[in-house]
T-cell receptor
Framework: ETGVTQTPRHLVMGMTNKKSLKCEQH?????MYWYKQSAKKPLELMFV???????ENNSVPSRFSPECPNSSHLFLHLHTLQPEDSALYLC????FGGGNNEQFFGPGTRLTVL | SQQGEEDPQALSIQEGENATMNCSYK?????LQWYRQNSGRGLVHLIL?????REKHSGRLRVTLDTSKKSSSLLITASRAADTASYFC???????????FGAGTILRVKS
């Protein structure tokens, strides 16, 4: 247990569905992250929030929409996804933003787009 | 763009043997981190080494950093079956803005 939880753990959705991934951290951290992990590819940073403000958007398609209502919660809203979006989506948090901190990861949501 | 690249891509050893994984990176860094990921799970932080450090230990883990060669190594001594996992190095992007991960080394420890 790292103190970062993600729900659901598994999600199967059609291309026309709308769904949301949820992440919650119980560590009092100020920064939260969404990563995409596809088979045989390095972890891809999608979004970074620091103090509830989005500070990084790594050219992610608009069919992925993040939301950070407070420093403990992070959502990833999904709509009109493509089969190539099937991947493991990982949430992480760290005490502060930037690349000089240890990041704490959740267990991930395994997403399958049919 | 990918900053760290691990070598080898896959490693299979017997329980009790040592496992060594290497990471090379391209730009100047402030720190380098190693993470472990069990199959289909989240990543777990193992160790962070700063650019002014050359070696760091944590239990059975030993990490070295050579900034002149832009490389790092992770040594796991007396490996156990439970060490079977993927291991990733991650560096800051040179500006301290974010972590950039490599593609990882898949380690299999046979009992």
């Amino acid at each position: 247990e790292t103190g970062v939880t993600q729900t659901p753990r598994h999600l199967v959705m059609g291309m026309t569905n709308k769904k949301s991934l949820k992440c919650e951290q119980h560590l009092g951290h100020n920064a939260m992250y969404w990563y995409k992990q596809s088979a045989k590819k390095p972890l891809e940073l999608m979004f970074v929030y620091s103090l509830e403000e989005r500070v990084e958007n790594n050219s992610v398609p608009s069919r992925f929409s993040p939301e950070c209502p407070n420093s403990s919660h992070l959502f990833l809203h999904l709509h009109t996804l493509q089969p190539e979006d099937s991947a493991l989506y990982l949430c992480a948090s760290s005490p502060f933003g930037g690349g000089n901190n240890e990041q704490f990861f959740g267990p991930g949501t395994r997403l399958t787009v049919l | 763009s990918q900053q760290g690249e691990e070598d080898p891509q896959a490693l299979s050893i017997q329980e009790g043997e040592n496992a060594t994984m290497n990471c090379s990176y391209k730009t100047s860094i402030n720190n380098l981190q190693w993470y472990r990921q069990n199959s289909g799970r989240g990543l777990v932080h193992l160790i962070l080494i700063r650019s002014n450090e050359r070696e760091k230990h944590s239990g059975r883990l030993r990490v070295t950093l050579d900034t002149s060669k832009k490389s790092s190594s992770l040594l796991i001594t007396a490996s156990r079956a439970a060490d079977t996992a993927s291991y990733f190095c991650a560096t800051d992007d040179g500006y301290g803005n974010k972590l950039v991960f490599g593609a990882g080394t898949i380690l299999r420890v046979k009992s």
